[in-house]
């Protein structure tokens, strides 16, 4: 009997690999549908205190729901113009960024034929660098940027229509899961993991986003203060790309490198701003951060990086911005589970403790 045991586990965690194979196979497959939806989810539990606060002033709830909607609409329409602005008003430089450049590159082509005594033909390079500022290239590769556009579209549409059908629900959530659960000891069960889902999400989104916003005005104000051209889009990159884990402030440093680069004549003036831009991520990411996230997430870090890979590979930048919330919903569901105990150990420390 105990071997008949043994075989029948075996086969189930066989079983439950290939399942795990294949699940994450239509995941990836399915991502232009699944993103979104999960995308909707979590916004509809960051929204759902405002939805409280609207019903406890008896406002109707498809009038709660359009307020929301248009707020966020509106938000995103901004967003766009903002970045349409600004590429705009970089491409109107694009004559300066060329002869900056072309006199950067004059001196770094001289160092490089006096130690190496190969001769660099600096007009090619720079013709073939004015022809990515051209409107011939920008017509040429209109096709794929309007593609990608229309993809954004798409996603977005699908958001907008999943958030609404979630928003008009969540209200009862309670029921829903009651009503799942078959009984009271197993509903209260969801309720609770839901609500464990819920105050990690907003915990840690509330966080991240003050975090993020005092990281990125303050990037904007070291790159006024530095002069640098476009210090106000440096400055909301910085404040987006932190809402990645780990790599995210990182990233935001090459753009403004690469701006300081051009810009400035010294390069002790680039590594200075750098080094401050940094200085400045380290003190919140290490300091401030910790103290104010607590046991929000209750992820181990290095689960953190590797759910950023994770769901990196499988959904692209959008699993990347997803994967703290991802993971911290995947450990919830795993604590439901018996058997699993191991796993959501591995995951992170239990938060109430």
């Known amino acids: 009997m105990e071997i008949q045991n043994k075989d029948i586990t075996t086969i189930r965690n066989i079983l439950v690999f290939f399942a795990a194979i294949a699940s994450l196979y239509i995941f990836h497959l399915l991502q232009n549908l699944l993103v979104p939806l999960v995308l909707a989810m979590f916004l509809a539990l960051l929204v759902h205190p405002?939805?409280?606060?609207?019903?406890?002033?008896?406002?109707?709830?498809?009038?709660?729901?359009?307020?929301?909607?248009?707020?966020i609409i509106t938000l995103n329409t901004l967003l766009f113009l903002f970045f349409y602005k600004t590429g705009k008003h970089i491409f109107a430089e694009k004559t300066y960024f060329i002869a900056q450049i072309k006199y950067k590159l004059g001196?770094?082509?001289q160092i490089y034929s006096n130690v190496t005594g190969d001769i660099l033909d600096l007009?090619?390079?720079?013709?073939?660098l004015q022809s990515y500022f051209s409107s011939e290239f920008l017509m040429t590769k209109s096709g794929t940027f309007f593609g990608k556009v229309t993809l954004l579209t798409e996603e977005f549409l699908l958001t907008t229509v999943y958030l609404i059908l979630l928003l008009t629900g969540i209200m009862k959530y309670e029921n829903y899961l009651h009503y799942l659960g078959g009984n009271i000891e197993v509903g209260g069960r969801y309720i609770k993991a839901f609500e464990d889902i819920k105050s990690s999400v907003e915990g840690y989104v509330k966080v991240k986003f003050v975090?993020?916003?005092?990281?990125g005005l303050a990037t904007f104000f070291l790159c006024l203060s530095f002069g640098l051209r476009f210090s106000y889009f440096w400055g909301f990159l910085a404040f987006v790309l932190n809402f990645l884990p780990v790599v995210g402030a990182l990233i935001s440093l090459i753009p403004i490198a690469l701006m300081a680069l051009i810009q400035f004549d010294t390069v002790g003036a680039v590594l200075l701003l750098v080094?401050?831009?940094y200085a400045l991520h380290f003190i919140l990411a290490t300091g401030l951060e910790p103290i104010f996230m607590g046991q929000q997430t209750s992820l181990n870090t290095i689960?953190?990086?590797?759910?950023?890979?994770?769901?990196?590979?499988?959904?692209?930048?959008?699993?990347?911005?997803?994967?703290?919330?991802l993971m911290?919903?995947?450990?919830v569901i795993l604590s439901q589970i018996s058997g699993a105990e191991v796993i959501v150990k591995l995951l992170g420390g239990d938060k109430n403790k």
Do not use: N
């Not at 405002?50 to 707020?71: A, Q, T």
């Not at 911290?328 to 450990?331: E, G, N, P, Q, Y």
């Open 211 to 215: 975090i993020s916003f005092c990281y």
């Open 303 to 325: 689960v953190v990086i590797m759910g950023l890979l994770f769901w990196g590979f499988l959904w692209g930048i959008f699993g990347m911005f997803l994967s703290v919330p």
């Open 328 to 331: 911290v919903l995947t450990k």
């Open 275 to 277: 080094f401050l831009v």
């Open 123 to 128: 007009s090619q390079m720079v013709d073939k």
């Open 50 to 71: 405002i939805l409280v606060w609207f019903e406890k002033r008896k406002i109707p709830m498809f009038v709660s729901v359009g307020i929301i909607m248009v707020c």
């Open 107 to 109: 001196g770094l082509i």
